[in-house]
């Protein structure tokens, strides 16, 4: 008898078991099928994501190719600033003359380098909070501090169009019309003038002296470029070690080619 009870209790164990398991595996068999289930729908997401970017591929290619004209200028970009840069070689090395040529006129015409010798950046180009109005303003230029009597240098050849006090803000104000549409603004200068308007100067010559006039909150130069009018951010000129692709306001294209020919 004891030893009947003890096989019951054995089947009734083992079955208990097996039922267990069976339902172990229904539930791991549900899971599995909910998992195939997403990556089925993940693996359509993916192909539809492939096609989408093996379709801007495509456009990007013939983008690239010559149909958008912004990869278009980005390419010449490129293009443009081998040749400024006199990067291009004869095959025994020596530097192919025409280049050397065109970076000369290209750096004389437009205007690049530091006005002067300046302690820091107070004021970016755009939009800032006016240091004496407290109004949200667009800055034109950037603000390079100075002590008073500090020299001044023209950053390109031009004909200097203004020289004089304003009433405008500026103070002692200096306006250079460059070649080819460029103009450079030196405002805030002490008012000692050093060049007339009308006179014609070149790239490095001296045109006055920092100063505080106009609404100033402190001495420094405030320092524009602008092109057909328009204003740019004066840092890229200062650089303009990657002027073709920090600046694209600037048609360049149009521009090395006029330069070229002038």
């Given amino acids: 008898m004891g030893n009947l009870k003890l096989f019951i209790g054995v089947l009734v164990a083992i079955f208990i078991i097996i039922f267990l ?13 909910k998992n195939i289930s997403f990556l089925y729908t993940k693996n359509i997401e993916l ?9 801007d591929k495509a456009d990007l290619n013939r983008q690239l190719n010559g149909n958008d004209d912004v990869f278009s200028e980005l390419r010449l970009a490129l293009e443009l600033d081998s040749v400024v840069n006199s990067l291009n070689e004869s095959g025994d090395g020596r530097k192919i003359g025409m280049d050397k040529k065109l970076e000369g006129k290209f750096v004389k015409s437009i205007p690049n380098g530091v006005p002067l010798n300046f302690k820091g950046i107070t004021d970016n180009y755009g939009i800032r909070i006016h240091p004496i109005s407290k109004v949200e303003k667009f800055h034109q230029g950037i603000d390079l501090r100075a002590s008073v009597g500090t020299p001044l240098y023209a950053t390109a050849n031009g004909v200097v169009e203004y020289s004089g006090m304003t009433s405008s803000g500026y103070g002692y104000l200096v306006i250079i019309s460059h070649n080819f549409g460029f103009e450079t603004r030196y405002a805030h200068m002490q008012n000692k003038q050093v060049v007339r308007a009308g006179e014609f100067i070149k790239k490095g010559d001296l045109i006055g002296y920092s100063g505080n006039t106009g609404y100033s ?4 130069l405030h320092y524009e470029v602008r092109f057909l009018s328009r204003t740019l951010d004066p840092i890229n000129f200062m650089k303009f070690n990657n002027i073709f692709y920090d600046e694209r306001k600037v048609p360049w294209q149009a521009l090395v080619k006029a330069i070229d020919d002038f």
Avoid at 21 to 33: A, T
Avoid at 47 to 55: D, G, I, R
Avoid at 217 to 220: L, V
């Fill in 21 to 33: 398991l069976l339902i172990f595996l229904v539930y791991k068999n549900s899971n599995m099928k």
């Fill in 47 to 55: 192909f539809k994501a492939n096609n989408e970017l093996t379709k």
């Fill in 217 to 220: 909150t402190g001495p420094h």
